[in-house]
């Protein structure tokens, strides 16, 4: 059995400009939220979280749904087009909305209002009320941007879990961990562009700027990736070939054999298995997402750091991880990995409590490309794990359960989060709550059983390397 690298590469393209889309909303959204509409972080926090909801309903659905379509392209590609259209659209009509709510910051003179005698914390606080008074006076603007995120979000929930469930569509079981690798290779590539875009823009050295021109150029972006997946990626074909293989290789019977529900239903010890893949993904989501979906804030209001670059160190840390953790877990197994992942993720996160203000920013490269080694380690590892358990057929919909289990974390962790940052403030929770949701993964991860790949012999260079169609 041989990885085709090329062709992973190439549906790795529809992850690759899900990644840049993500990267962009993760960076600007909560900025324009909290200093564009004066809103607290918990307030932020709980509309970060509403992709999250839709997600757990709405990506097993779109999930399990293309399991069942079959057109001329395919079961997932229909999804990928219609979504990443309407995802630019209404992307970039969101961005008019907050040019509107910012032409009134400024006309109220708030980017220009001096610090004077106050602290940093009471500064920050009075700016914050003054703009959330025109919030209130006028909702019109939030009601707007929040109506279009919601369409934006929708369009992202269509064709996320059909994008991912492609690469085990077209990649027999014992190399998806390789497989992932490149899948995952692919997405940091979008998101390092969409990073590079933001030191560019600026995004993270003007608090009151327009993100009209950062998001044309993301969506230029996603759009490349889209065209070059939509004209490269022969879905249909690609996908009777790994069925063919299966069966030759004797990973699978034939599909007739196994289109019974009787013969998809897992065992008791496979769904226990099942069930703890699961809670660890959302413990260690839990804990990363906390993170990553306020580390623009953190950075910049507290820090004063660059949040694009340090995260540029971290996406570049986690592309020199990837192939190698996929080989490794071909040789140790996926679970092995994983965990090792997890220690290298939650000690980053706990260095990262150590940071000040006052720390010198090299400081924080370091600590993020650790976390991006742990990342990395992790996440090539735990979808392959999920769907390891998959009968025939149903790949769809067990990526659904993988990203409810993300997902419904993903909910969960920037608002409450965000309640302690209020409360306690950031500075002494940011990193300690990341640390300790990874650490619980740890424990989760440790009594799994199933869904682990098979170590395989030691191949030749070549055949690592091979790119053959």
Same mark, same amino acid.
């Given at each position: 059995?041989?990885?085709?690298?090329?062709?992973?590469?190439?549906?790795?393209?529809?992850?690759?400009?899900?990644?840049?889309?993500?990267?962009?909303?993760?960076?600007?959204?909560?900025?324009?939220?909290?200093?564009?509409?004066?809103?607290?972080?918990?307030?932020?926090?709980? $509309?970060?979280?509403?992709?999250?909801?839709?997600?757990?309903?709405?990506?097993?659905?779109?999930?399990?749904?293309?399991?069942?379509?079959?057109?001329?392209?395919?079961?997932?590609?229909?999804?990928?087009?219609?979504?990443?259209?309407?995802?630019?659209?209404?992307?970039?009509?969101?961005?008019?909305?907050?040019?509107?709510?910012?032409?009134?910051?400024?006309?109220?003179?708030?980017?220009?209002?001096?610090?004077?005698?106050?602290?940093?914390?009471?500064?920050?606080?009075?700016?914050?009320?003054?703009?959330?008074?025109?919030?209130?006076?006028?909702?019109?603007?939030?009601?707007?941007?929040?109506?279009?995120?919601?369409?934006?979000?929708?369009? !992202?929930?269509?064709?996320?879990?059909?994008?991912?469930?492609? !690469?085990?569509?077209?990649?027999?079981?014992?190399?998806?961990?390789?497989?992932?690798?490149?899948?995952?290779?692919?997405?940091?590539?979008?998101?390092?562009?969409?990073?590079?875009?933001?030191?560019?823009?600026?995004?993270?050295?003007?608090?009151?700027?327009?993100?009209?021109?950062?998001?044309?150029?993301?969506?230029?972006?996603?759009?490349?990736?889209?065209?070059?997946?939509?004209?490269?990626?022969?879905?249909?074909?690609?996908?009777?070939?790994?069925?063919?293989?299966?069966?030759?290789?004797?990973?699978?019977?034939?599909?007739?054999?196994?289109?019974?529900?009787?013969?998809?239903?897992?065992?008791?010890?496979?769904?226990?298995?099942? $069930?703890?893949?699961?809670?660890?993904?959302?413990?260690?989501?839990?804990?990363?997402?906390?993170?990553?979906?306020?580390?623009?804030?953190?950075?910049?209001?507290?820090?004063?750091?660059?949040?694009?670059?340090?995260?540029?160190?971290?996406?570049?840390?986690?592309?020199?991880?990837?192939?190698?953790?996929?080989?490794?877990?071909?040789?140790?197994?996926?679970?092995?990995?994983?965990?090792?992942?997890?220690?290298?993720?939650?000690?980053?996160?706990?260095?990262?409590?150590?940071?000040?203000?006052?720390?010198?920013?090299? $400081?924080?490269?370091?600590?993020?490309?650790?976390?991006?080694?742990?990342?990395?380690? $992790?996440?090539?590892?735990?979808?392959? !794990?999920?769907?390891?358990?998959?009968?025939?057929?149903?790949?769809?919909?067990?990526?659904?359960?993988?990203?409810?289990?993300?997902?419904?974390?993903?909910?969960?962790?920037?608002?409450?989060?965000?309640?302690?940052?209020?409360?306690?403030?950031?500075?002494?929770?940011?990193?300690?709550?990341?640390?300790?949701?990874?650490?619980?993964?740890?424990?989760? !991860?440790?009594?799994?059983?199933?869904?682990?790949?098979?170590?395989?012999?030691?191949?030749?260079?070549?055949?690592?390397?091979?790119?053959?169609?």
């Amino acid at each position: 059995m041989k990885l085709n690298y090329k062709r992973t590469l190439l549906v790795g393209m529809a992850f690759f400009l899900i990644t840049a889309f993500w990267q962009a909303y993760d960076a600007i959204i909560p900025l324009i939220l909290t200093n564009h509409f004066g809103l607290p972080q918990s307030v932020s926090g709980a $509309i970060m979280s509403i992709d999250n909801v839709l997600a757990v309903f709405l990506l097993p659905i779109f999930g399990a749904l293309s399991d069942k379509v079959d057109t001329k392209y395919g079961k997932r590609t229909p999804f990928i087009f219609i979504g990443t259209i309407v995802a630019i659209i209404s992307f970039i009509a969101l961005t008019f909305i907050d040019n509107y709510q910012l032409s009134r910051v400024i006309a109220e003179g708030i980017p220009s209002i001096s610090q004077g005698t106050m602290s940093d914390e009471a500064f920050s606080e009075f700016v914050r009320e003054t703009t959330v008074a025109l919030t209130v006076g006028n909702p019109l603007p939030l009601i707007g941007f929040i109506v279009t995120l919601l369409v934006v979000l929708l369009a !992202m929930a269509i064709f996320r879990s059909p994008a991912v469930a492609l !690469m085990p569509d077209v990649t027999v079981k014992p190399l998806r961990s390789k497989a992932n690798a490149i899948i995952n290779l692919t997405g940091t590539a979008g998101g390092i562009i969409v990073l590079v875009l933001g030191m560019v823009f600026a995004t993270s050295k003007n608090l009151y700027m327009q993100y009209t021109g950062y998001v044309v150029a993301v969506c230029l972006v996603m759009l490349t990736g889209f065209v070059v997946f939509l004209v490269s990626v022969k879905e249909k074909k690609w996908a009777e070939e790994m069925e063919i293989d299966s069966v030759k290789y004797g990973l699978a019977e034939p599909a007739d054999n196994t289109s019974s529900p009787e013969k998809n239903k897992l065992t008791a010890p496979e769904l226990r298995s099942l $069930i703890l893949i699961l809670a660890s993904v959302a413990l260690w989501y839990i804990g990363y997402n906390s993170i990553t979906s306020k580390y623009s804030v953190y950075a910049t209001n507290i820090l004063g750091f660059d949040f694009n670059f340090t995260l540029i160190v971290a996406q570049a840390a986690a592309i020199v991880s990837y192939i190698p953790v996929g080989m490794i877990a071909s040789k140790v197994g996926r679970k092995k990995t994983i965990l090792a992942g997890v220690i290298i993720l939650a000690t980053a996160f706990l260095i990262g409590v150590f940071v000040t203000p006052e720390t010198p920013e090299i $400081i924080m490269y370091p600590v993020f490309a650790l976390a991006g080694i742990g990342w990395a380690t $992790i996440n090539v590892n735990s979808f392959p !794990m999920a769907v390891e358990l998959a009968k025939h057929g149903d790949v769809g919909k067990y990526t659904g359960y993988y990203y409810t289990a993300s997902m419904s974390a993903q909910i969960v962790a920037p608002i409450i989060s965000g309640m302690l940052y209020d409360i306690f403030g950031m500075r002494y929770t940011f990193f300690a709550f990341g640390a300790v949701f990874v650490a619980l993964a740890f424990v989760t !991860m440790f009594f799994v059983k199933h869904g682990d790949s098979i170590p395989t012999a030691k191949k030749s260079m070549l055949e690592h390397i091979d790119v053959d169609d």
